[in-house]
């Protein structure tokens, strides 16, 4: 928890009450879906992040509880050393208002559409954000930043983008500008949240080097989230940034681009590595089924131990009891995985394979392998 980190999470944990089945109903059970489960992450300042897993592994969650708008259940999340919930909650010395810190930290939703008001021109939900981060600007000033912005992210003329209603704007041209009115604000860090999924495959690229050009230009950090891994090593590719990858409510390997992708040591990281034709992994044991199962266990109840021992083709007896942690990977603590296949001497190695029937080895990976960025 360091004031250099824009946002530091520890030991996180969002835990919701889930629409009960009938059964549980008649037996007065209350079915708890772990949606982000003891995750630890540090976001320090121009850094990006791509967070990618399959759907409903709680990358969406996890991206809200870091910009502030999902209460944790348990664990702290702290914007340049201020727990962000103290703050709303006004409790003890709260050295950065509530206020600041929600302003600094802002979103890309994925449909831009649903969070432009449609009765509002573009000029007007865009001096929305103006008048709150600059009450000294008059109304001129106003129209030449926001033209200003508008042009710069490639809309023109911007006089004529200005008086347009969202439905007179694209998809492309609603995301840029829902990306213009986060900048606005002068955030810290700024959640991109399967920004680009919606967008035509020839759109991505270009909104994906925009957000990045912009991200360059206004110091701001990026949190990416994408289910696709292509879309997410794009983005921390180009920007020299991290991906971290998630299954079940868990982050289970963190690292720079490069050494991730190069050198996965999660076999779940290595299923998506295989599963994404275009990035051509250097794998090992590549011939090898890298899952055993394809389904993906119920998030309401997780398998015991490693989440991933059900679908994992390394699995031993030992990953059913217990937990791993995050290790560093060769002693690099840049590089964090979960799985004990990383430590030398761990009863995993002298534990037996499961022999649990496998199923669906025929069968691709069920996600993240949509198209291909390039
Ligand atoms: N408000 C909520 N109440 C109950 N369950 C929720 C709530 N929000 C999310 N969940 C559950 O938490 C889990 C994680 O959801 P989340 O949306 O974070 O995943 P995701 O990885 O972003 O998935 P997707 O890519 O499909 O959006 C899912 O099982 C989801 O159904």
């Known amino acids: 928890m360091s004031e250099d980190h824009v946002v530091s ?39 990006v992040v791509a967070l990618v897993g399959e759907s409903g592994c709680g990358k969406s969650t996890l991206g809200k509880t870091a910009i502030g708008v999902q209460r944790p259940t348990s664990g702290s999340v702290t914007y340049r050393g201020q727990d962000i919930w103290k703050a709303k909650d006004k409790d003890g010395n709260v050295e950065i208002p509530h206020d600041e810190i929600r302003q600094s930290l802002q979103i890309i939703p994925q449909d831009p559409g649903a969070s432009l008001n449609p009765n509002k021109t573009v000029q007007h939900s865009l001096a ?11 109304s001129f000033e106003r ?37 213009i009115r986060a900048l606005l604000m002068n955030p810290d860090l700024i959640l991109a949240d399967e920004a680009v999924s919606a967008l035509d495959v020839s ?7 925009l957000m990045l050009e912009l ?12 289910h696709n891994l292509s879309n997410a090593s794009y983005v921390a ?5 991290r991906i971290g990858i998630m299954y079940l409510g868990e982050l289970v390997e963190l690292g720079p681009i490069d050494e991730v992708l190069e050198n996965p040591k999660h076999p779940y990281t290595k299923a998506l590595v295989w599963a994404t ?14 899952l055993r199962k394809i389904d993906v266990p119920d998030p309401r109840n997780p398998p015991s131990g490693c989440r991933f021992h059900t679908r994992c083709p390394k699995a031993r007896e030992a990953c059913k009891g217990n937990t791993p942690e ?22 995993y190695w002298d534990s037996p394979k499961l022999e649990d029937e496998p199923s669906g080895t025929e069968s691709e990976p069920t996600a993240l392998e949509d198209e291909p960025v390039q």
């Open 128 to 138: 929305a954000p103006l008048k709150l981060r600059h009450p000294e600007m008059d």
């Open 277 to 290: 034709p275009n990035l051509d992994p250097d794998i090992d044991d590549e011939t090898e089924s890298p």
């Open 326 to 347: 995050a290790v560093a990977v060769d002693g690099d603590e840049d590089h964090t995985v979960t799985c004990f296949r990383e430590i030398d001497d761990h009863e």
């Open 143 to 179: 129209r030449e930043r926001i033209n200003e912005m508008i042009s710069r992210v490639g809309m023109s003329p911007p006089e004529d983008y200005a008086k347009r209603f969202p439905h007179q704007l694209s998809g492309g041209e609603k995301q840029r500008v829902a990306l």
């Open 9 to 47: 999470l520890q030991d996180v944990e969002v835990h919701f009450e889930s629409e009960q089945s009938l059964l549980s109903q008649l037996r007065g059970e209350t079915e708890i879906v772990k949606a982000v489960d003891g995750i630890s992450l540090d976001i320090p300042e121009n850094d």
């Open 237 to 241: 590719g180009k920007s020299d940034g």
């Open 203 to 209: 759109l991505r690229i270009d909104m994906m080097d």
């Open 215 to 226: 991200q360059e230009e206004f110091n701001t950090s990026f949190l990416f989230i994408s």
